[in-house]
């Protein structure tokens, strides 16, 4: 718990503190932080009762090693928490909490989790500027176990520890500041500034400032106030169980006396730590940490390939583009569905635009841009052409990475639009973040640029082509760019499912070429598939990856196939979907079953979200309806595979969706929000299954949940077979972060596994057998092979699967 290093005794300094010892007025012990293991915990507790006992030691200022205060303490020390004869967190902070002697926290960096227990158990706590606090456990499934949901509360009130505790977010100084959570900011050497402090207080008596000792600041409306706060976390959780314990908690520190809340809180933490989700979402945690750590067949991995600096990049999307490029205009589902910045309020991790993005992309693509950096030289200006939705997306994202942007556009009249928009995003989000102490500086000279000048594509070290899903447009920008762009600079497609060799033949460098598959609005989106095809080389993945990581996305490297694997797998899932409302279910029966799952929207309400039109465009552009489909052809078959034409149908009527005002459900008015089951649709559902002789027949939860979910699992043991994704991880991690998977199921491999993949295989089985003509329900060979194998742990299906067949 004690750094050794920066501890030798009393008066010694944390490195970076700069003060000579024969300056001190009084003696200050300083202890640096660290909650890593059960022996650290030891050392810490001997030294908090040495400093207690020693009549020299006037005060204590406790700080972090190497800039940081605590980002709390190794998961794995969870499992071990209060048991064996080792002092716990808990018992270290009471220890801490009741000395007689003035206890500092200097936070630096982050004071999270377990950290921030530490800080509140001390009597003063003075953070810098740049300072971060928050008690993020909830986002693992748990809750604070060290007296957290008792100790913020009689700092800071009821409302505001239930917003902190049940979010897990973090909070910057200078909000902190006006919370009550910290004393003190400064700007300065904060363990100087906190030495400081601690000789000001040292002859304070320091009983008023133990947290266990307050009570609770009153309200005259708390139980109207919990009430609503009860209804909110409920509504967001759907299912989660952590959000709820956490609220039990905090209320619980309203109710009992302090000791007796602590007992509380260790029995819901106990409760939860013993859950299935808390496994998941730990194991989600992992998994996702773990995709930075890419690997290819050949060898070269994230270790071996260093990301290249981009000083110039440039971005080309379709708001308009030259006439002689002949590229025809196509309007964007999010633009035609919602508002611009529509996502901005929502969870980043399970927002709906997550499955919007995903359906739109099996018909035309996001329409805007998506960009790229790598280098974080706030100096060096990237290029951005096309400023629609994604774009304007991309734009915020770099500044707020502070990357110099220049946004290139064919046409001044879209040109001046998206500058509008831009600067309005901006200024939301400069306002946003100066209200938590940070700044962006959207007005800095050079740092924006607009322009209408192509030809500044021809120093740019990076692109990134954006326009929508038409393979022969795509070929024709790249073998633009092949001519116009230097021969080292990296050529990005994002796409969401056309193949990125076929891209990558056009240009005179293939290595160069990569596909970036971001998701709208690139602002609050959090995923970035990177993608590569047969000759792309490790140094334009390390480099996207590090692009990625600079914008604050989570990047996953996939292999190259259409739909790559979140639009892969979306396929066989929606088209479960609508089998099931034409052998007898609603769409509000469906969307229920898996809101009720976790999912943030049913496939329906997405679908009206996106616009049903989308995919018909492009349906129709395959040939599976529309003019050029022959008269023979069965209008519940194609190629032998059953097929619904539902959408199609919906389509011809002009049910588009939201857009429309009527599509799976009714608006109030084209453009509505608020789904309303519509008479007219369950009509139209009787009257088509009556044509196409369709028995209908009662369809239970379980049989919407078990076709749409164990289909799509199956995809992605198929996924897995190909060499598409690596490993389950990422695969998970994908669908947690692109497409609403509820985190607290841990990713559709992770749910599989814990289901029992005995059980999976034999309901793909029977629900095979009963639907032959649906190929998506035959169990994968995979899928049967571990189960052959006894059902191995996740953890092991990446080398059972093989590498013979990789694409990574």
């Known amino acids: 718990m004690i750094n050794e290093s920066n501890v030798n005794g009393f008066g010694k300094q944390s490195a970076g503190a700069k003060r000579d010892e024969s300056a001190f007025k009084l003696l200050v012990k300083i202890l640096a932080l660290v909650l890593q293991n059960a022996g650290r915990l030891f050392s810490v507790a001997q030294e908090v009762k040495h400093a207690n006992i020693d009549p020299t030691v006037k005060a204590v200022v406790i700080c972090g090693a190497n800039g940081k205060f605590s980002a709390g303490a190794d998961i794995k020390m969870f499992s071990s928490l209060d048991r064996g004869s080792t002092p716990s967190l808990g018992s270290v902070i009471d220890l801490i909490e009741k000395s007689d002697k003035p206890m500092v926290a200097a936070i630096e ?47 800071i009130g009821i409302p505001a520890s239930l917003d902190i505790i049940t979010t897990g977010r973090h909070i910057w100084a200078a909000e902190a500041l006006k919370l009550g959570i910290i004393d003190e900011i400064v700007e300065e050497n904060t363990v100087e500034a906190a030495i400081r402090f601690a000789e000001r207080m040292s002859d304070h008596p320091v009983g008023l400032h133990r947290l266990c000792s307050k009570q609770i600041p009153s309200l005259p409306n708390m139980d109207a106030i919990i009430k609503e706060a009860l209804v909110k976390v409920k509504k967001q959780a759907r299912g989660y169980l952590a959000p709820e314990m956490c609220f039990q908690a905090v209320v619980a520190s309203l109710h009992l006396p302090f000791e007796e809340g602590l007992r509380k809180e260790r029995d819901l933490f106990h409760f939860l730590l013993s859950s299935g989700q808390a496994k998941a979402l730990q194991y989600a945690f992992f998994a996702q940490r773990n995709m930075e750590k890419w690997t290819l067949p050949s060898g070269a991995s994230w270790k071996t390939a260093a990301p290249k600096p981009i000083q110039r990049a440039a971005v080309i999307a379709l708001e308009s583009l030259s006439q002689s490029m002949c590229l025809p205009e196509l309007a964007c589902p999010c633009r035609l569905g919602r508002a611009e910045g529509c996502c901005s309020g929502l969870n980043e991790t399970a927002s709906p635009c997550s499955l919007v993005v995903a359906n739109s992309c099996r018909g035309l693509r996001c329409h805007g841009v998506i960009c790229l950096e790598a280098s974080l030289d706030p100096g060096k200006p990237t290029s951005l052409l096309g400023l629609g939705t994604m774009g304007r997306g991309i734009v915020v994202s770099l500044m707020k990475a502070k990357i110099a942007v220049v946004a290139m556009e064919q046409d001044k009249n879209n040109l001046e639009q998206g500058r509008g928009a831009v600067m309005a995003l901006l200024d939301r989000e400069a306002l946003r973040m100066q209200q938590s102490g940070q700044t962006l500086d959207v007005h800095k000279p050079g740092l924006l640029h607009f322009t209408l000048d192509f030809n500044a594509l021809q120093d740019v070290d990076l692109v990134i082509e954006a326009v929508f899903e038409d393979m022969a447009l795509k070929k024709k920008i790249f073998h633009k760019l092949s001519t116009v762009c230097k021969p080292e600079a990296f050529l990005c497609t994002n796409t969401s499912c056309l193949d990125i060799d076929e891209i990558a033949a056009v240009t005179r460098h293939p290595h160069q070429v990569i596909g970036t598959h971001f998701f709208s609005p690139a602002h609050v989106m959090k995923l970035l598939e990177v993608i590569y095809g047969q000759h792309t080389s490790p140094t334009a993945i390390a480099t996207a990856m ?8 989570i990047g996953v490297v996939v292999g190259n196939c259409f739909g790559f694997v979140g639009n892969r797998l979306l396929g066989p899932f929606r088209d479960q979907a609508h089998f099931l409302i034409e052998e007898g279910s609603t769409p509000e029966e469906v969307d229920q079953a898996l809101e009720g799952f976790g999912f943030k929207m049913g496939p329906f309400q997405v679908s009206d979200l996106a616009g049903l039109d989308i995919g018909w465009r492009l349906r129709k552009e395959q040939g599976l309806t529309g003019a050029s489909l022959p008269l023979s052809t069965p209008p519940r078959k194609r190629g ?20 429309t005002g009527k599509g799976w459900y009714q608006y109030d008015k084209p453009g509505g929000r608020v789904p309303k089951s519509d008479p007219w649709l369950h009509g139209f559902l009787a009257d088509y299954r009556n044509t196409y ?6 369809i239970t939860q379980d049989e919407i949940l078990e076709r749409c979910l164990y289909s799509l699992v199956n995809e992605g043991f198929q996924i897995l077979s190909d060499g598409i994704a690596s490993c389950p991880e990422a695969i998970d991690t994908i669908y947690i972060n692109g497409y609403g998977w509820p985190r607290h199921r841990g990713g559709p491999m992770f749910y599989a596994s814990e289901v029992g993949l005995s059980v999976v295989l034999a309901k793909l089985q029977k629900y095979a057998e009963a639907n032959p003509d649906i190929p998506s329900l035959q169990p994968s060979p995979l899928l ?25």
């Open 640 to 659: 032998g595979r059953r097929y619904s034409p539902l959408l199609d149908f919906l389509c011809e009527k002009g049910r588009y969706g939201q857009k």
């Open 546 to 553: 590090s692009l990625g990581k600079a914008m604050g996305k």
């Open 109 to 155: 960096g982050v004071a999270f989790g377990g950290g921030l227990e530490v800080a509140l158990g001390c009597h003063y706590r003075i953070a810098h500027v740049q300072a971060r606090v928050g008690l993020p456990e909830v986002t693992l499934g748990i809750l604070p176990g060290a007296g957290g949901t008792q100790r913020l509360p009689r700092l």
């Open 784 to 808: 049967r092979k571990l189960v052959a194998l006894g059902s191995p742990p996740v953890s092991e299906w990446s080398s059972l699967v093989g590498s013979q067949n990789s694409k990574l």
């Open 693 to 698: 002789n369709i028995t209908t027949r009662t």
